[in-house]
């Protein structure tokens, strides 16, 4: 049975940073694809970073890059999340995923196993 647990969240000031993990256990972070998504009521699940080892496939939202860096450590079976000049805006419920490489669009639907969420909250 796949699970993934993140951790890492919590609050800071804008410009501040934090970093989320994500630990895989029944999977390998390198297999397929692992991303990070972050959802709001308003927004619903946005995808904010995937990497796709097998394929060397890293994608971004216009929204994060060039602020947060997704890697991974395959010797510990992480992910994490680098999250840098971290906005109001990225205030959200975050989530880790594994799924499978869609070379089109990086959508929710590709990914099966998600995790519980960690909340990222960044005041003004």
């Known amino acids: 049975r796949v699970q993934l647990v993140e951790s890492g969240g919590g609050s800071v000031q804008a410009g501040g940073s934090l970093r989320l993990s994500c630990a895989a256990s029944?999977?390998?972070?390198?297999?397929?694809?692992m991303s990070w998504f972050r959802q709001t009521p308003e927004t619903g699940r946005e995808g904010i970073a995937r990497i796709c080892t097998g394929v060397g496939d890293t994608t971004y939202a216009d929204s994060v890059k060039g602020r947060f860096t997704i890697y991974q450590d395959s010797a510990k079976n992480m992910m994490y999340l680098q999250m840098n000049d971290l906005k109001p805006e990225d205030t959200d419920m975050y989530y880790c995923a594994a799924g499978y490489y869609n070379h089109v669009v990086f959508r929710p639907t590709d990914f099966v196993y998600w995790g519980q969420g960690s909340q990222v909250t960044v005041s003004s």
């Open positions: 029944g999977a390998t972070v390198s297999t397929g694809c």
